[in-house]
């Protein structure tokens, strides 16, 4: 059973910033790349940002060096550090990890950009 656990979202003014998390078990973080998806009201699921085993990182344009998605071991947990944030960063952000072309979804965690 795949578990992906998200946390950390919330409420925060523009140019602030928060952290996400995905907690998942030893044996998905050690061997499958992860990342996060954002999904704004009324639109689609997009990739914000992923991460492989080895440490590899990719970014969407909006977010690049404004956001930096990193990897604990020791916790098997996945980070999404977010900086600058801007009103239309307001979605639900998703853990995502994809097993033999399967996608896997945490429950979602929503973040509100807003003065």
């Known amino acids: 059973q795949v578990q992906l656990v998200e946390s950390g979202g919330g409420l925060v003014q523009p140019g602030g910033s928060l952290r996400l998390s995905c907690a998942t078990s030893r044996s998905i973080f050690r061997f499958y790349t992860m990342r996060w998806y954002l999904q704004a009201p009324g639109k689609e699921r997009e990739l914000v940002a992923s991460?492989?085993?080895?440490?590899?990182?990719n970014y969407a344009a909006s977010v690049k060096g404004r956001f930096t998605i990193s990897r604990d071991s020791a916790k098997n947990t996945v980070y999404l550090q977010m900086n600058s944030l801007k009103p239309e960063d307001t979605a639900v952000y998703f853990c995502?990890?994809?097993?033999?072309?399967?996608?896997?979804w945490g429950q979602g965690t929503q973040v509100t950009v807003s003065s």
């Open positions: 991460i492989t085993t080895g440490g590899t990182t």
């Open positions: 995502n990890t994809r097993i033999a072309l399967k996608d896997y």
